[in-house]
Structures are given as C-alpha cells and as structure tokens.
C-alpha cells in the first residue's frame, strides 16, 4: 500500500515550487541545493513544519524542543542573512515529542529579513521557499510572542488606544475652534519629528546615516512619508471634523476588510473560508453600527 504521506509531501513540494517560481524559475537550483544542504546538515529528509521566529522569541526555543543541528542562515543560497536587532542568523533543526509518543523534526528560523530593509520580496521569501522545497507548513509568529502574556505590552496597547482616541477628539475641538485640515495635520508632524529626535540622539539611526540616501530607502520613506502617513492623517483629520471621532473610529474595522481584497486582487492571493467569514462579519458589524448612529 503506498505511503499517504509521501504523496502529500510530494504535491506541496510540488505546489509550492510551482507557486514560488512561476515568476523566477532561475531561482529553483538554489532551492533546491539549499534544500539539499538541509537534509545533508540536518540527517533528516523531511521536516514536518517550519517556525519564523521574530523580535523577542528566541527565548522560546527552550520551550519548543530540543535542538538536533544548527545551520546558519549564510549557508543557504540566496539567503540574506537577517540584521535586525532581535532577530537570529541560524536555522534549526528541533525534535519535538507529539501526543502518543511520537515524534516531530521542526524547522526553526531564528530571525528574518523584511521589507523595510530594502530586500526585494524575492529575497524576503528565499528561506520560506527553500524550506517549501523539503515538503513542510509554515508556521510565523510574525514578531508577536503568543506563548506568554506580557502586562507591559497590554499596557503599551491599552494606552495607545486611549492615545488615539483622545487625539481624535481634540482634533475635533480643533476643528470646531477654526483650525484647517491641512495646516493642523503639519503641525501635529512637525511636533511628532521634534519629539523623535530625542531617542534617535540617544539611540541613532537603524541602519546608519547612509543608508538612507540609497534610492530604495527614499522611496520607501516619500511613500510612508506622503502617501501612508501624511495623506492617511488628513483624510482621517476631515473625516473626524465632518463625523466625529466615535463615527470615524468605526472605520477601522472596514482596514483589514481593504486589505484582504487587494490581497486577493493584486497579490492574486486565495480567498479562504475564514477570510470571507472574518470579511462578512467585519462589514456587518459596519453597517449595524451605521444603522444605530442613523437611528440616533
């Protein structure tokens, strides 16, 4: 009888590499001689799952299981290595025990690139598709710690909320005491770049002072200066003036709604069952509240 679970290794392996190189097929003799290497270094064929820690979880390596090997990240072809404080340059390969004594073999990263470092999407997703290559599920905690709760962190978000709502209603006085849209929303930048300047004396800049005269850099920053920041907090200043800061909070929601769709439309990404579940559920908590403010 042949063996289920081979076959199901063997179609992922597939569908993952018709996926990753379907726009960079120069890619798949790296994947696959990084794959190799794995198997090779590791003395493991297939590892069942693979772990992207981010910031501040490498402490969970204890709790995951024990370490059989370690690769560092530099081996793998076409994988940057990761720089970002917090962030690790080693893959590991863990062994986990499971319910009814048997055993998992885990594929760890440490740490990852991002974006925002200036790495290309191809190079970001290099480690994800050289472990695709060995037939395992990604697993990313993406940077947020679930195993533990944090009284700091609940703090830091608790009081961001109450931040942002007191800034919305202030900015709705501001509007009624006869200030302009435009001008307030400089002035709050101008006042928020004075205030960073405080830290960025004590602690510098992320990557150096050069590093953000190179072409990626600046368009990154005159995108999330004008378009994701600036053109962001005056569209959402005039919508606070014209419906007030509780109407207008509503519409947060209506943000991963926008961004599930361009997923879908742009990045051709799949539509699953809880997608469109989390999607209903998020436009009709909109329109319920809508209904109730019409009413009132």
């Not at 569908?15 to 994947?31: G, I, K």
């Not at 790495?119 to 947020?144: D, F, H, K, N, W």
């Amino acid at each position: 009888m042949p063996d289920l679970s081979v076959a199901v290794v063997d179609a992922v392996r597939s569908e993952a590499l018709d996926y990753c190189f379907q726009r960079d097929p120069l890619a798949v003799d790296e994947v696959r001689e990084g794959a190799q290497l794995i198997a090779t270094r590791t003395g493991v064929e297939r590892h069942d799952a693979l772990v992207v820690l981010g910031s501040g979880l490498r402490d969970a390596l204890d709790e995951i299981g024990k370490i059989e090997a370690r690769l560092p990240l530099a081996d793998l072809p076409g994988v940057p290595v990761p720089a970002v404080e917090g962030h690790g340059a080693e893959l590991l390969s863990v062994r986990v025990n499971v319910h009814g004594g048997r055993e998992k073999h885990l594929l760890v990263a440490t740490g990852r690139v991002h974006l925002y470092e200036g790495y290309t999407p191809t190079q970001v997703c290099q480690l994800v598709r050289v472990c695709a290559m060995t037939g395992i599920t990604l697993v990313s905690l993406a940077g947020v710690s679930e195993l533990h709760f944090s009284p700091v962190g609940a703090l830091l978000t608790v009081g961001a909320a109450l931040v942002w709502g007191g800034y919305s209603v202030l900015n709705r006085v501001l509007g009624h005491m006869g200030y302009q849209t435009v001008p307030l929303t400089c002035r709050i930048f101008g006042y928020g770049f004075l205030f960073l300047l405080i830290p960025t004396a004590f602690e510098g800049l992320p990557a150096g002072i050069t590093a953000w005269g190179t072409p990626v850099h600046l368009a990154n920053l005159l995108f999330l200066g004008l378009l994701a920041s600036a053109t962001c907090f005056v569209t959402w200043n005039r919508a606070v003036f014209l419906l007030g800061p509780v109407r207008t909070s509503v519409y947060i929601y209506a943000s991963p709604v926008i961004t599930i769709i361009a997923s879908a439309l742009i990045l051709h990404e799949t539509m699953t069952p809880v997608m469109w579940v989390g999607t209903a559920l998020a436009l009709g908590g909109l329109m319920l509240s809508e209904k109730k403010t019409k009413k009132s």
